[in-house]
């Protein structure tokens, strides 16, 4: 029996190759077709039992649209029809919703106006969206933890500007990338309730098709959908759907930023963490000895989606008078894409550095690279109060031109000058140049970080 072709997607987001590497069907099915329409209805219904108990319509009337109003019952072909044709789908259901519920059916959308309705549904899927994020970013940062804790102590060398600095611990790496993700756990928090607010004003904001009971209708409007009540109409004032996907694009940018740490690691030359191995994973169709971080160029690749998306909803706050004749529809393809693609992102940084490989070996091995140099800095501030900084400065940086030019180790170049070994006996230099005991406040910086807020061990 031959199986149907799924209908042709167009996206990685509803690709059947790429969703579930750049998304995830829980996100997915939050800002599905289906689950918009079920909340478009769900506020409809809302609005009815918000109007009935502001006596603004009988009680049994909300209760017949409570009970006939059936997403199952819809035409779908007529409501796509309808909506390419309106421009908008609210106008469309409203029709079909009206004849399921009969005489009460008159009742249907009382005072409302189209934006209320989608507004407050993409706030509840925001809403979703915003507890699925949380939940990822939550178990993301008890790994992050982990390995923090892990390798406290793991010395590697530290890199700026992609050379060997000084050295650190792969446990102040961690921590750093930890850090980063709780600020923005305190975020995600700090922007619920500016953003999860409803939004009921009718035509143009002021509530005036429900005279005296306007305002009363909003907030048990609010009430019944558990959101907050705006203090003003936000038709046109969009910064919290704005502020929603600038912070997805801010959890992103993190996300890419150890993305862009990990696939350098794991790079042939550093070769220091590995993803995790699964066979077949990261395979290359020509060469049988690759292993791809498959994980981190995606987290990456989202990473910059998320920003561009970013850019669109600041560009759409900037709306014309009391509603917009087109920045709006941006948000209808940034917000949804945006929750997709960080999801995807958080899954991927979930399994690669929930099993990441770390070669403790190899960052020792790496961090003898430079044959001591890496700490020319720590014997120079153990001679300074000797010689003084300057002098101490030149008689270092003369031993480096020495291992530079001639070979050896920073230790058997020291150990020739007569200026050192009159401080400093040759257990002494070497003590100086062992990479692991110049570590400065790596590890106490892991302390903190882990003390900061408090965790599940």
């Known amino acids: 029996m031959t199986r149907p072709i799924p209908a042709p997607a167009t996206t990685v987001i509803d690709s059947l190759l790429f969703r579930d590497a750049f998304g995830t069907p829980a996100m997915r099915a ?47 072909d007529l409501l796509r029809h309808e909506t390419d044709n309106v421009g908008y789908p609210i106008l469309p ?54 390995l923090s804790r892990r390798h ?30 709780d600020r923005h756990a305190g975020r995600l928090a700090q922007v ?42 936000w038709h046109v004032a969009r ?19 150890i993305a862009l740490d990990v696939m350098i690691m794991a790079s042939t030359e550093f070769a220091e963490v590995y993803e995790p191995f699964v066979t077949g994973r990261g395979a290359s169709s020509t060469m049988p000895q ?43 393809m940034a917000i949804p894409e945006s929750f997709v693609l960080i999801a995807g992102a958080l899954h991927q940084a979930k399994f690669a550095l929930g099993g990441l490989i770390v070669d403790e070996a190899q960052m020792r091995r790496n961090l003898g690279l430079s044959r ?13 109060p000797h010689t003084g900084r300057q002098a101490a400065h030149d008689l270092v940086y003369a031993a480096c031109r020495v291992v530079n030019e001639r ?7 020291l150990a020739a000058v007569p200026e050192v070994t009159e401080h400093f006996d040759r257990a002494a230099i070497d003590h100086l140049t062992d990479p692991a005991k110049y570590l400065g406040a790596a590890p106490q910086m892991v302390d903190r970080v882990l003390a900061s807020v408090p965790r599940d061990r």
């Open 192 to 233: 619920r309730p500016r953003v999860l607010v409803g939004s009921f004003a009718g035509a143009a904001g002021t509530l005036a098709s429900l005279g005296e009971h306007g305002l009363a209708v909003q907030e048990a409007l609010c009430r019944e959908l558990d959101l907050g009540v705006p203090v003003s109409t």
């Open 93 to 146: 259901l409203v029709h079909q919703l009206v004849k399921q519920c009969g005489e009460a059916g008159r009742f249907v959308h009382w005072g409302a106006t189209t934006q209320d309705i989608m507004d407050t549904a993409n706030v509840l899927q925001v809403r979703a969206g915003l507890d699925l994020v949380s939940a990822d970013v939550d178990a993301l940062r008890r790994i992050l933890a982990d």
């Open 152 to 181: 406290r102590d793991t010395p590697m060398a530290g890199r700026t500007h992609l050379q060997q600095a000084l050295p650190i611990t792969f446990g102040y790496k961690a921590a750093i990338w930890l850090a980063a993700l």
């Open 290 to 332: 690759k292993r791809n971080p498959i994980s981190s160029e995606l987290m990456l690749a989202a990473a910059k989606g998320v920003r561009q998306q970013a850019g669109l909803m600041l560009d759409a706050m900037v709306q014309d008078f009391e509603r917009a004749t087109g920045p709006w529809h941006a948000e209808w």
């Open 30 to 76: 939050v800002f599905s077709d289906h689950a918009l329409i079920r909340r478009f209805i769900e506020v409809e219904v809302a609005l009815a039992k918000a109007e009935a108990a502001c006596g603004v319509i009988p009680a049994e009337v909300a209760d017949e649209i409570a009970a006939r109003c059936s997403f199952e019952a819809l035409d779908f």
């Open 239 to 257: 910064d919290g759907f704005a502020e929603v996907v600038t912070l997805l694009a801010l959890i992103a940018g993190s996300l890419g930023k």
């Open 372 to 384: 001591g140099l890496i700490v020319a800095e720590a014997v120079m501030m153990a001679l300074a």
């Open 407 to 413: 070979g050896g180790t920073l230790a058997e170049a």
